[in-house]
């Protein structure tokens, strides 16, 4: 199952002018492949829609495990880049790591791309 990720207010002012308004600087284009590039990786587009399809847009890593099929260490490195990338942020409850959705990053990279 694919969550979709509601993009909003692509009309806000992004930090990266639009594409299509001017041309990206050296600084920009490196940030923005860096951060496209956390998203460029199937493992870590799935933790990101289950967790945008959880209650709360939010999950505990113990859930996450099962549904990639991959070992503990495997997805919580992953979700470190994506958290590290400013697509989720993580909390600590007891011995668990909470992950919960960043809603504003999508939307920078959305009003970078598409907004004109």
Known sequence: MVAMLEVTDVSAAACCAPL???PLGAVDAER???TIKALADPTRLRLLSIVAASEGQEAC???LIEPVGLSQPTVSHH???LTESGFLTRSKRGTWAY???APA???EIAR???AG
């Open 20 to 22: 299509v308004r001017e």
């Open 112 to 114: 970078t791309l598409l």
């Open 105 to 107: 990053s999508l939307d």
């Open 79 to 81: 979700l470190k880049v």
């Open 32 to 34: 923005l492949a860096r």
């Open 61 to 63: 890593v113990c859930d």
């Open 99 to 101: 992950y919960k959705l």
